[in-house]
Each structure stands twice: as structure tokens, then as C-alpha cells.
């Protein structure tokens, strides 16, 4: 008899068949292996601030959709008024539901993995938490209130240990990520550390089919992907092309994808300055890789202070191949750029770093190749989805074939 499995994920997919995301992916293994699946998440886009619009039956599971307000900006009162309305309407459905052999959650949001930790609780419900990010303490770099910051953020501190400590299991997409579940939570043994990722025989597929792009012998692309925000450094990239001597960059193109609040300072800054930049807005992800593909060089300038770890893009630099430059802080990540020599970690903040590094790579065309060839096996090593996951799938399959607690 097949166990019922529910997937409890706040930032998910937006359903349309053309993205990315970890439970998306998890939905769909779990529900390959003897476990009826639901997948319950947000009617509304957290990245394109609308209503999501599923049409079709495109999944081997259930997709269910709680209403919330909604909000205009990531930093808001009215978006932490918007994961309120979230988490009640999700105690509400889940205390309608029938109950299910295992809880998976994502972490965060915490409104919704608190309701869904307490009614685990209740109910003696196997409880897997995902901890994708860690709150409060990426609020702490947004907000950075002096003195009274650890007070402030002291009900979110206490929210954030009562899930940590409900959990049967932890996954985390990082080592950093699961050692502060571990603090909370003395009675789990261990935990498991399961990258972001992404499919390599996807993004494999992707390119061998693609169009090439128009691209002269003589130029070299340099790319990023993701958010145009507040904790991403792409003015330090601007200064470091604008300092560059003009004849080392005249064949150098930097194509940023993505979005963002910060998308019009970005943009307005490298016009300034007169760089070479094509700001292509937030792509489809077959269009970002085929993009990205016949990139030289990507980038990944996080500012000071980040909570991050090992995110969707580093993943997707990997995963095609390319050199990297870092000034993240994350020291598992930066230990990864050594380790397997995928790029040159830099000093964060600093232009003459970043310029120094940069122009290494520009002028060594034989290094680039070799960089970036680290940089795929590094994906094949730690990347790769289709081998990854299955610890993910070993774990629920294990723990839902136990008793139920109590």
C-alpha cells in the first residue's frame, strides 16, 4: 500500500514546466516510488509577484495551492503579513486534510513550517525539514540594527529552534545550513547535506540542441544569473571593468540575467560607465543555459555578511562548465573553488582584487579551459541531481516505512 507523503514547500515552482526548482523535482521521484504524493505550496509567485497560473495536469502528483495576500517587495511588512495569512490557511487545510505517513517541509518560511511542525507534533507525524535558508539571520544583514538586533529578532530566533528541534530528520542544502539545525536539535544523530543542484543530463540536453548564439572568435562573455539586489556586488564588477585597461576588454561582453529592485541602478550604473553590458531580464531556464553556455567566465559577487551558501547559481555554473570568480564569503563554498581550482575566490569588496583575477582570466585562454573543466567535474561530483537526490528519497523512503511515533 502506498505511505501518503506531504510535501510542504512555501517558495516552489511556479508550475509552468520550464523551471528549476528542488521540490518540484523531489515531488516527482517520491511519487516514482510507491508514495502518493501532494505537493502543497503559495497561489502567488514569489518571483514574479503575481498569482501563479497552473494549466494542465503537468505531474505525477498533486499540486495544491493555499491562498496569501501577496506583496511588491521582498523586504516588507507586508510580506511578513502575507506568510501570516500563509501559515493559517495552511493550519486550516491541514486539520480538513486526512493525516498523511510523513511530513517533508521546507524551511523557510517560518509561519508555514511552524504550523506544519506543530501539527506533525499533534498528530505523531514523521517530520522532515529541507532548510534552504537560515532566519533570522539573513534578516539580520537586511535590516542591521545595532545593539538591539539579536532582541528584535528574538520571537523569529525562538520560532526558527522549535522547528529545528521538531524535525525527525534534517536535509540542508549546505554543511553551514545543518550544524545550526544540529545546535537546536541535540537528539537527531545526524542530518543530511544535499546541494541545491541540477540536472546534468538536462542542462546536457539543452546544449547539444541549442541555436549558438552569435559570438565572434575574438570575444569573451562574461556572465551572471540570478537576483538584481541588495546583497548582490555588481557595482564591484562594473568598477573592476571600468578600470581594466580598454584594449584587454574591447572584445569583453557581460550579459546579466535576471531581475530585481536593484535592476534600474545596475543598469543605469554600467551606462555610466559606458561598459559593454546586455541586461537580458529573468530568462526561462532552457534560455538561461543556452545563454550561459557560450559564456567565458561567470561571476558570483555577493556582498559582505551574506547568510547564503551553495546557491542555484553556483550550481549552474558548474554544471555548464565555466570559471568563476567568487567574492562570496560562505567558506564551504570557498573551499569548493579551491579544492577542485574552478576559479579564483576574492577579496569581497575589493575592485583591485577582482580587477587583478579577472584580468588573469581574460588573458589565459588555456587557464579558462582548464578552470572551467574543473568546474564541470565539480558539478558531476556534488551537483548532479540524479545522483544527489536519491539521498533524499532513501531517507523519506525510510522513515515512512517506520512506525508512527508514539
Known amino acids: 500500500m502506498k505511505k501518503d507523503v506531504l510535501l510542504i514547500a512555501h517558495f516552489c515552482s511556479d508550475f ?28 502567488f509567485s514569489h518571483s514574479k509577484k503575481a498569482r501563479k497560473n497552473v494549466i494542465g495536469n503537468l505531474f505525477s502528483y498533486r499540486v495544491t495551492m493555499l491562498h496569501e495576500p501577496g506583496y511588491l517587495k521582498n523586504v516588507s511588512l507586508k510580506r511578513l503579513y502575507s506568510h501570516y495569512i500563509m501559515g493559517r490557511n495552511l493550519k486550516k487545510y491541514l486539520e480538513a486534510r486526512k493525516k498523511p505517513d510523513v511530513i517533508y517541509c521546507a524551511v523557510p518560511s517560518l509561519d508555514v513550517a511552524k504550523v506544519a511542525a506543530g501539527y506533525a507534533k499533534k498528530n505523531n507525524i514523521r517530520f522532515i525539514i ?19 538586533g539579536d532582541l528584535f529578532f528574538l520571537p523569529m530566533n525562538i520560532v526558527a529552534d522549535m522547528i529545528y528541534r521538531s524535525a525527525d530528520y534534517v536535509i540542508a542544502v549546505s554543511d553551514t545550513y545543518l550544524k545550526r539545525v544540529m545546535i537546536s536539535n541535540r537528539e537527531l544523530d545526524n542530518g543530511s547535506v544535499i546541494y541545491l543542484g541540477t ?65 534600474r541602478k545596475f543598469f543605469d550604473h554600467a551606462k555610466e560607465k559606458r561598459l559593454n553590458v546586455v541586461f537580458t531580464g529573468k ?14 567566465i561567470a561571476v558570483n559577487p555577493i556582498k559582505a555578511g551574506s547568510a547564503a551558501s551553495i546557491i542555484n547559481k553556483v550550481c549552474d555554473y558548474s554544471a555548464v562548465g565555466l570559471p568563476v570568480l567568487n567574492t562570496q564569503e560562505c567558506f564551504e563554498y570557498r573551499t569548493l573553488v579551491d579544492t577542485y581550482g574552478i576559479g579564483y575566490n576574492c577579496k569581497n569588496g575589493n575592485v583591485d582584487d577582482f580587477k587583478e583575477k579577472l584580468t588573469n582570466l581574460i588573458t589565459h585562454k588555456e587557464l579558462r579551459i582548464e ?10 561530483d ?25
Request: charged letters at 30%; hydrophobic letters at 35%.
Open 16 to 43: 509552468d514546466g520550464k523551471g528549476n526548482n528542488r521540490f518540484s523535482y523531489i515531488a516527482d521521484l517520491l511519487s516514482q516510488n510507491e508514495c502518493d504524493i501532494e505537493l502543497v505550496t503559495t497561489d
Open 130 to 148: 529541507d532548510v534552504q535558508d537560515l532566519w533570522p539571520e539573513a534578516f539580520k544583514l537586511v535590516f542591521n540594527i545595532p545593539l538591539l
Open 199 to 263: 540536472e546534468l543530463k538536462k542542462v546536457d540536453k539543452i546544449s547539444k540542441k541549442m541555436t549558438r548564439l552569435t559570438k565572434h572568435d575574438d570575444e569573451i562573455w562574461m556572465a551572471y544569473i540570478g537576483t538584481l539586489g541588495s546583497g548582490y556586488d555588481l557595482t564591484l564588477v562594473f568598477d573592476a571593468l571600468d578600470s581594466i585597461e580598454k584594449n584587454l576588454i574591447k572584445n569583453l561582453k557581460f550579459i546579466v540575467m535576471g531581475d530585481g529592485p536593484y535592476y
Open 283 to 296: 530568462l526561462q531556464y532552457e534560455e538561461m543555459i543556452s545563454v550561459l553556455k557560450n559564456c567565458d
Open 371 to 380: 578552470m572551467g573543466k574543473n568546474s564541470r567535474r565539480l558539478a558531476e
Open 382 to 406: 556534488k551537483f548532479d541531481r540524479e545522483i544527489s537526490y536519491n539521498v533524499i528519497i532513501e531517507k523519506v523512503l525510510e522513515i515512512k516505512n517506520k512506525k508512527t511515533k508514539g
